[in-house]
């Protein structure tokens, strides 16, 4: 059974909401699936994991979650070579060039831990609807089936 890891950030619940959607379906699918939030969490909790998950927020002009900033900084010190990731978050298109950005960040972070992409990252604008949760429920079977291979 494979092991699955989703972190989450929020201020307005809607990345709860995110992280919420992808462990059901993680569980769903099979999967032993560990939720937590960001600053309850080692970032180094992600090498006892096969699936390694972030849902977070964009602050502001492009700012990653200050709560946030230990787990993100740690992160780009680990070595995942045998992982799968997949990083997915809620946003409001209101920003601009700003949207959803913190998603790009740990893409590039996880990139820098030699872990492997499992599924094309998800940006949800504000509230996750019907559409989303579609989007969502993809992602991770994306992410199952890169671990299943």
Do not use: W
């Not at 080692?42 to 602050?59: G, L, P, R, S």
């Not at 209101?94 to 940006?123: C, M, P, W």
């Amino acid at each position: 059974m494979p092991t699955a890891h989703v972190v989450f950030a929020t201020i307005t619940g809607n990345n709860e909401d995110v992280a919420d959607i992808v462990t059901e379906k993680l569980s769903a699918l099979g999967c032993q699936v560990t939720e937590t939030e960001i600053s309850q969490t080692d970032a180094a909790e992600f090498e006892q994991a096969d699936i390694c998950v972030v849902c977070a927020y964009t602050y502001d002009e492009g700012s990653l979650p200050d709560e946030g900033l230990d787990f993100y900084e740690d992160l780009q010190t680990l070595k995942l070579p045998r992982k799968i990731y997949g990083v997915a978050g809620s946003g409001d298109t209101f920003y601009g060039e700003y949207y959803n950005t913190t998603v790009d960040h740990f893409e590039a972070a996880f990139q820098q831990t030699g872990a492997t992409r499992g599924a094309t990252s998800v940006k949800i604008n504000l509230a996750p609807d019907q559409a989303a949760i579609d989007e969502l429920d993809h992602f991770a079977e994306q992410l199952v089936a890169a671990v299943q291979a």
